[in-house]
Structures are given as structure tokens and as C-alpha cells.
């Protein structure tokens, strides 16, 4: 059984940085894309940042450029999440999500696994 569990999460002041990590198990193909998705109370959860073990390529949502990072330690089966530059548009809560396969996806529904998430909050 697959889990992800993500830490990280936090309160900061707009301006400030936080690095979010999470941390996966019971996954055994090596061919698998991760993301990180943010959803607010009334909103449906959307993409800040995918990347792809194939090519390892990525992607940022436009929000994210320039202030996000998205990297991925295979042999700690850790993804993080740097985030420099928060802002109170930032808040949210932060889940780490994981799909099989190499063609990748910015749709919540092609993701089949889910951490339980990080709440982080930007004051400003």
C-alpha cells in the first residue's frame, strides 16, 4: 500500500520561505511522476508543481515561477517543495500526490495517491 506523508507546513510572515517534503513508501516502479496540489476552503485543489521521473522533466503553475522549486531524491523516495518569496495568495493546504506511469498530468484525477497534507500560512 502506497503512503505519502508530507511536513513541513507552517505559519510565515509574506516574504519569508518554508521547504516542504514528503516523504513516500510501498511504491515499487521506478517510472512515476509527483506533485504537489494546494486547495483553499470553496475552491477546487489545483497543481503548483509536477515532476517526472522520466526526463525529469517539471512543471510550475504560472503562480509558482521564479518563487517555487520542485525536486525529487529517488534513493530517499522524497520529493520537496522550496518555496521562497511566500505570499498570503500562498496559503493553503499543500498535498503531495504520486500516478504511475510517464506521461504526465496536471488533473488531481490522474493522481491515485495522496499524502494527508501541510497546511501552510502566509500572514502579511
Known sequence: QVQL???GGGSVQAGGSLR???VGS???RSTYCMGWFRQVPG???S???TICTVGGSTYYADSAKG???ISLEKA???VYLQMNSLKSEDTAMYYCAARGGSVPSLRPADF???GQGTQVTVSS
Open 47 to 49: 497543481v503548483v508543481a
Open 20 to 22: 516542504l517534503s514528503c
Open 112 to 114: 491515485n495517491y495522496w
Open 26 to 28: 510501498g511504491y515499487t
Open 5 to 7: 506523508v508530507e511536513s
Open 67 to 69: 518563487r517555487f522549486t
Open 43 to 45: 475552491k477546487e485543489r
Open 76 to 78: 530517499k523516495n522524497t
